[in-house]
T-cell receptor
């Protein structure tokens, strides 16, 4: 089936702390996992993605890990800054192929100075 | 390179009317997908078009339809509008399968 679960729905951290958002997916054939950031009133934008032949990928303060056996992947943000405050969405592709993405419900991250 | 452009940005319609939304993808992108975003349901896939063919369709009633033109521009249409259709409608274009989807700013539809 098509399902992506995302936790937590809200996350509040102090500036400088780390934030972790977790997602699980149901389709074992999924092999591409993007993360999108959506600031208030703006469009979702890709911040990082990972493919199933890689277990971890880093880009400065952002990292994503993938556990294919457990069918879950996580977003890690270190040294959070107020500008990291946004809604973050994980996604997985529909097993039928092409560009249909199944999104998680989103995590609202608030970084307090 | 220009990004994904959606028009109009805002729309107010009354129940029972129909509406057409437009999306111009990034030049060279032939895949266009549409999503409905609401506070309660998140981002829900509507449909995807590639080279004028619908490749995927989400779980929405037949009142929701779309098409793609030979220049890759896409339109979606919602007929017999209901209050629950009020949402942000986002269009995304991609160059290839399972690569970055670039989103437009969206069209905010309000049905009164």
């Amino acid at each position: 089936g098509e399902n992506v679960e995302q936790h937590p729905s809200t996350l509040s951290v102090q500036e400088g702390d780390s934030a972790v958002i977790k997602c699980t997916y149901s389709d074992s054939a999924s092999n591409y996992f993007p993360w999108y950031k959506q600031e208030l009133g703006k469009r979702p934008q890709l911040i990082i993605d990972i493919r199933s032949n890689v277990g971890e990928k880093k880009d400065q303060r952002i990292a994503v890990t993938l556990n294919k056996t457990a069918k879950h992947f996580s977003l890690h943000i270190t040294e959070t800054q107020p500008e990291d405050s946004a809604v973050y969405f994980c996604a997985a592709p529909y097993s039928g192929g092409y560009n249909k993405l199944i999104f998680g419900a989103g995590t609202r991250l608030a970084v307090h100075p | 390179k220009a990004g994904v452009t959606q028009t109009p940005r805002y729309l107010i319609k009354t129940r029972g009317q129909q509406v057409t939304l437009s999306c111009s993808p990034i030049s060279g992108h032939r895949s266009v997908s549409w999503y409905q975003q609401t506070p309660g349901q998140g981002l829900q896939f509507l449909f995807e078009y590639f080279s004028e063919t619908q490749r995927n369709k989400g779980n929405f009633p037949g009142r929701f339809s779309g098409r793609q033109f030979s220049n890759s521009r896409s339109e979606m249409n919602v007929s017999t509008l209901e209050l629950g259709d009020s949402a942000l409608y986002l269009c995304a274009s991609s160059f290839r399968e399972k690569t970055e989807a670039f989103f437009g700013q969206g069209t905010r539809l309000t049905v009164v």
